[in-house]
């Protein structure tokens, strides 16, 4: 069973920055990687994507102000969040493919 954990959650002013982190317990080389998250009360949404030829995507939401990136070697994704605003308090989510998830780790961005 494919394990992810997820690390690096807290509480950040507006306009702050936090890196996430999500080890993986067997190789994502092949696999595409997903961040999602689920803000207080609302259905869980997805927020970026890497792919295994590194292509990204992002929600507009978080576009321009997330990073998703990969280390494969070290079966690892992280999601550079910058320019934090309220909105973006949630838990979030590490998944490969859509079908393997972690417990989550929350970001709480208030003053």
């Known amino acids: 069973q494919v394990q992810l954990v997820e690390s690096g959650g807290g509480l950040v002013q507006p306009g702050g920055s936090l890196k996430l982190s999500c080890t993986v317990s067997?190789?994502?080389?092949?696999?595409?990687m997903l961040w999602f998250r689920q803000p207080p009360g609302k259905e869980r949404e997805w927020v970026a994507s890497?792919?295994?030829?590194?292509?990204?995507t992002y929600a507009d939401s978080v576009k321009g102000r997330f990073t998703i990136s990969r280390d494969n070697a070290k079966n690892m994704v992280y999601l550079q969040m910058d320019s934090l605003k309220p909105e973006d308090t949630a838990v979030y989510y590490c998944s490969r493919s859509s079908r393997y998830w972690g417990q989550g780790t929350q970001v709480n961005v208030t003053l």
């Open positions: 890497i792919t295994s030829s590194l292509k990204t």
């Open positions: 067997e190789s994502i080389s092949i696999y595409t």
